[in-house]
């Protein structure tokens, strides 16, 4: 068995989340809003960012762990790894207000992308 991937990408996610909370935190802070959003706009873009990321990687990060696991081919399991890290950061810096337009679409597609691929590749025929 060669090295095992998913928990490098975990890694590198976890590093992500752990910047979209800061982010909602700092932001609660310097608008003194403990619960909620407060009707804050950037409150609640930070809020959705971190929210959304935690809807799609989970799930992502399971599939990959488990086409991993069934033997699929090594670069099929990076490139889920690769579409989903892309794709959670792009959507994660449209949603803070970068290239919105761009960014965002693409971020969907390469999430997605990630987890179409990754259910294909956690099916059991690879071994």
Known sequence: MGLIVTPVYA??????YLALSARVVLRR???DVSLGDGND??????????????EYVPLALVLM???EMGLAPIWGVHLVGICLTAGRL????????VRAGVLRPLGMVL???ALGIGAV?????WG
Do not use: C, D, E, Y
């Not at 890694?11 to 992500?16: E, G, R, Y």
């Not at 706009?41 to 935690?54: K, T, V, W």
């Not at 590749?121 to 025929?125: G, M």
């Open 90 to 97: 792009a959507h994660a810096l449209a949603l803070n207000g």
């Open 121 to 125: 590749l956690a099916l059991p025929v």
């Open 29 to 31: 802070v310097a608008a």
């Open 111 to 113: 999430t997605f992308s």
């Open 41 to 54: 706009a950037a409150l609640m873009a930070r809020i959705r960012a971190h929210g959304n990321f935690a």
């Open 65 to 67: 762990m488990l086409a």
């Open 11 to 16: 890694a590198v996610l976890t590093a992500l």
